[in-house]
């Protein structure tokens, strides 16, 4: 089957025809009408699309550019809110109303003397042991260190506002002379109960 389908190929010769005449200018005529008809055709379809394409990516493009506008000045005010609320924290307002002008800056004499109260001050507080037996006794020492307290932050706001003073000088040093020597009589007392209380108990014992 296949040498007699090879056969038949190698037999084969083509029929020549040809065309009569005119034949290839009309048929280019109708080619070239049949083109411009699609191309026509074309355009008229495209053209609303591409319109209306444009339309909507200049739409597009305006609405985005609105809403970053939008966003930014959402922002702005976020920003300006936050910033605002800040500033007229409590906390903050304290900061930035605190007197800058201490003792300290005043001379370096000056300055060892307050760190010597105030580190003393820190530890005697640290090492405060307060319990049940204690506490109401504590608690007495403690306001009159805290009204101390309020009385140093009044010294040093007239030691800024008026400036330094042989009188204010030393009544800053009073002061914290003072609150160190409260705490160490606290020391001192509660030991004295600590000692109290337990011979007390060591009585009832025997």
């Given at each position: 089957?296949?040498?007699?389908?090879?056969?038949?190929?190698?037999?084969?010769?083509?029929?020549?025809?040809?065309?009569?005449k005119g034949h290839e200018a009309r048929f280019e005529?109708?080619?070239?009408?049949?083109?411009?008809?699609?191309?026509?055709?074309?355009?008229?379809?495209s053209f609303p699309w591409l319109k209306i394409a444009?339309?909507?990516?200049?739409?597009?493009?305006?609405?985005?550019?609105?809403?970053?506008?939008?966003?930014?000045?959402?922002?702005?005010?976020?920003?300006?809110?936050?910033?605002?609320?800040?500033?007229?924290?409590?906390?903050?307002?304290?900061?930035?109303?605190?007197?800058?002008?201490?003792?300290?800056?005043?001379?370096?004499?000056?300055?060892?003397?307050?760190?010597?109260y105030m580190t003393g001050i820190n530890l005697q507080?640290?090492?405060?042991?307060?319990?049940?037996?204690?506490?109401?006794?504590?608690?007495?020492?403690?306001?009159?260190?805290?009204?101390?307290?309020?009385?140093?932050?009044?010294?040093?706001?007239?030691?800024?506002?008026?400036?330094?003073?042989?009188?204010?000088?030393?009544?800053?040093?009073?002061?914290?002379?003072?609150?160190?020597?409260?705490?160490?009589?606290?020391?001192?007392?509660?030991?004295?109960?600590?000692?109290?209380?337990?011979?007390?108990?060591?009585?009832?014992?025997?």
């Amino acid at each position: 089957m296949a040498r007699d389908i090879k056969k038949m190929f190698e037999n084969y010769t083509p029929e020549t025809s040809e065309l009569p005449k005119g034949h290839e200018a009309r048929f280019e005529a109708k080619l070239n009408k049949a083109f411009s008809e699609t191309v026509c055709e074309e355009k008229d379809t495209s053209f609303p699309w591409l319109k209306i394409a444009a339309v909507a990516i200049v739409f597009l493009a305006v609405s985005f550019f609105g809403y970053q506008q939008l966003s930014k000045k959402d922002l702005e005010i976020t920003e300006n809110t936050i910033n605002s609320v800040v500033e007229n924290n409590p906390e903050n307002l304290e900061k930035n109303d605190a007197p800058k002008l201490t003792l300290a800056n005043l001379s370096p004499d000056l300055k060892k003397v307050e760190e010597y109260y105030m580190t003393g001050i820190n530890l005697q507080l640290a090492s405060l042991k307060i319990n049940g037996e204690n506490k109401e006794f504590v608690e007495g020492y403690m306001q009159r260190l805290s009204e101390l307290d309020k009385e140093y932050t009044l010294l040093n706001a007239e030691l800024n506002q008026v400036g330094p003073s042989e009188a204010t000088v030393t009544a800053l040093i009073d002061n914290l002379k003072m609150r160190l020597d409260l705490l160490f009589k606290l020391k001192s007392k509660l030991k004295e109960l600590k000692n109290q209380n337990n011979e007390e108990f060591k009585a009832i014992q025997t």
